[in-house]
């Protein structure tokens, strides 16, 4: 099996509409995807029904990628299978998706007064009707030419985490995060966690702190990390006995990064649908869970 359980949408900054995520995700050879959008569960209806068009077996797992807070360190936590309709973190999720505009605004301030010929027009035309965040305004200075891929954007030159034209906004603790996605029957995967290139990370001692808190496992398996990181994140992973994934993190054409580019054990999946109670993977026609 082929699994694949990291993936963007146009519900959140990815290129690709739910239902053309699920198509070249089968298309891709994958047999599991999750579609992991940014603190958002709207693109969850229109792949699910996409499953019973295709002429493959294709199963889908739901979930989002909920922006956290440690400290000053920002950090993304992926919630898998949880009930979406439970209210306490419904309104975390809520509060987050919130705060996307006054701080796109912001950024895009920061850049005008940096010289950038950047307009708050051309950022809305970018995002459509997505949820609006950095991947759309990097996706301006591309086009504009001041860098030469989405990923050169996410530097302390520019829009990482803490850089010159950076802008806060409301973030979940991650432990408040992790309890909230437990209560509501979901199971939580540290996404990335070394991705140094982005900006500032989270000294890898927290992760005891995080297990003992509930945290199931590690995105070990990610294109920003290199192999002696990965190798470090699964020794690290069978010390506080958390499970390790492999995932895309499939952005569309936003990201030159492919479905299917890492993938995850299939006896981790089971074990992730196993500890799940909030829902449940949604097999296509003829499908397999």
Not at 159 to 185: H, P, Q, T
Request: glycine share 10%; net charge negative; charged share 25%.
């Amino acid at each position: 099996m082929r699994i694949d359980l990291h993936t963007h949408s146009t519900a959140s900054d990815g290129t690709d509409t739910p239902a053309e995520l699920v198509r070249h995700a089968a298309a891709a050879g994958l047999d599991v995807v999750a579609l992991t959008d940014h603190d958002s569960t709207r693109g969850h209806a229109e792949a699910i029904a996409t499953l019973a068009d295709l002429d493959r077996n294709l199963t889908l797992v739901t979930g989002a990628e909920l922006s956290c807070r440690l400290g000053g360190v920002v950090l993304h936590l992926l919630a898998y299978l949880f009930d979406p309709a439970e209210p306490a973190l419904l309104r975390e999720r809520e509060l987050v998706r919130d705060d996307r505009v006054p701080r796109a605004r912001t950024m895009v301030g920061k850049l005008q007064e940096l010289g950038v010929p950047v307009t708050w027009e051309q950022v809305t035309r970018i995002a459509g009707d997505a949820s609006l965040g950095r991947p759309h305004i990097a996706t301006a200075l591309v086009d504009l030419g001041v860098v030469r891929t989405v990923s050169d954007a996410f530097t302390p030159e520019w829009l990482g985490d803490g850089g010159r034209v950076y802008a806060e906004r409301y973030e979940l603790d991650v432990f408040e995060a992790i309890r909230l996605v437990k209560a509501a029957g979901g199971v939580t995967v540290l996404a990335h966690p070394q991705a140094v290139k982005r900006g500032a990370v989270v000294p890898e001692s927290a992760f005891a702190r995080f297990a003992a808190a509930g945290l199931d496992g590690i995105e070990t398996d990610h294109m920003d990390h290199d192999e002696p990181t990965r190798a470090r994140l699964r020794g690290l992973a069978a010390e506080l006995g958390l499970l390790t994934t492999g995932s895309s993190d499939y952005h569309g054409s936003r990201k030159s990064v492919a479905l299917g580019a890492f993938t995850t054990d299939p006896e981790i999946y089971g074990e992730i649908t196993r500890r799940a109670s909030g829902a449940f993977p949604v097999p296509g026609a003829g499908g397999r869970a």
